[in-house]
């Protein structure tokens, strides 16, 4: 506009610089803010009222804007493009949003010791329980906690968001009770709350008292960062993620287990419907049914956690300490159909080919 262009002129000119990335489905990891604010703290940049409302509307709402303002636009899983599309079909002048479903950075996440066990036929059970005992010994430094490397461990580590639902898993706690007092299944949880996010918050202290009440399987690790999660992605037997779909956008903590031989247990939300074989190399539960097909959400947490106990209890337990042949086959195919699917090097490669090259 400063070289002479109109408004109108200098979007289109604009929109064939960007290209845009959408990623949470919940509305409140979309940032809306009141043009009065943005006027005052220096954001309109010589634009008036009427230019930023055909951007953003308002009040302004970031997504909308970068969706308007981009050539092409993509979402972080397939479902979640179904999802994006679906979400932001009322914003007029938007692309169609693409789906580049997320990677991981294989030489970053994944094991060596797993890798090479995996490559040259090894026994990937006898290297995984190595990796185990490493993290059971680092959760025993940083909490005092002593797990047991022969009981099932499963891991749960990512952002304590209500939609997330952390605590799930202790929904029957009469059900799940024998399961921990006994050790046979062992839970660690790792993640953060946002500051302001009160109800993640409390969902923390629940787990927390939990830790307590289950002194010897269930335990928090404070301060969730790289480290702790590169360990619980490496050592634990279960991943465990149990959000409310279609909310996931991909999930990317899964894919760190699903390469080193940790199998998933799963909603079939984000990145989990495009990998999961089930039990063959991992598990889901839930039928596939979200927030839409209930009336309220208690319904829905009531029905998914009635389905995680179903394959939890039904078939992941008797399979870990009844059947380890299976299990050991079930962990090579993990890492088979996911270690170049869901790598960082396939989704550089599709976001160069489908997005970023001008057709």
């Known amino acids: 506009m400063e070289e002479g262009m109109s408004f109108n002129e200098a979007l289109e000119k604009t929109r064939e610089e960007i290209v845009f990335t959408t990623h949470t489905p919940v509305p409140a990891g979309n940032e809306v803010h009141p043009h009065r604010l943005l006027e005052y703290m220096g954001a309109y940049l010589h634009l008036d009222y009427w230019q930023m409302k055909k951007l953003g509307g308002d009040p302004f709402n970031m997504t909308v804007a970068a969706l308007r303002m981009a050539r092409i636009a993509n979402g972080v899983a397939q ?97 799940i009770a024998p399961y921990l007092e006994s050790g046979k299944i062992q839970i660690i949880f790792a993640g953060k709350a946002h500051p302001n996010d009160y109800t993640g918050k409390g969902i923390i202290a629940d787990i927390v008292s939990y830790a307590k009440k289950y002194p010897n399987s269930v335990v928090f690790l404070e301060n969730y960062d790289m480290e702790i999660g590169a360990m619980l992605t490496r050592g634990c037997d279960i991943w465990l993620n149990n959000p409310r779909r279609p909310q996931e956008a991909s999930g990317t903590s899964g894919m760190k287990a699903t390469m080193n031989g940790v199998l998933n247990c799963s909603i079939l939300d984000g990145w989990w419907p495009e990998a999961c074989n089930h039990g063959v190399n991992g598990w889901q539960f839930g039928d596939g049914k979200g927030v839409d097909d209930f009336e309220t959400l208690e319904e829905l947490d009531a029905h998914d956690a009635k389905c995680l106990y179903d394959v939890l209890l039904k078939e992941v337990v008797p399979t870990y300490y009844e059947n380890k042949a299976k299990w050991a086959e079930m962990m090579r195919e993990s890492i088979k159909s996911t270690q170049e699917k869901f790598s960082a090097a396939r989704m550089v490669k599709e976001y160069y080919d489908l997005m970023y090259i001008k057709k």
């Open 79 to 175: 479902l979640h493009k179904e999802t994006a599309n679906e979400m932001w079909s009322f914003v007029e002048g938007r692309p169609e949003i693409l789906g580049i479903t997320n990677g991981v950075h294989n030489g970053t996440w994944q094991d060596a010791r797993i890798r090479k066990a995996y490559e040259e036929g090894e026994d990937l059970l006898k290297v995984h329980q190595e990796i185990k005992k490493e993290l059971i010994a680092f959760v025993e430094k940083r909490t005092g906690v002593k797990l047991d490397a022969d009981k099932l461990l499963i891991g749960f580590s990512r952002r304590a968001a209500p939609y997330k639902r952390s605590n799930l898993i202790f929904t029957d706690e009469k059900l």
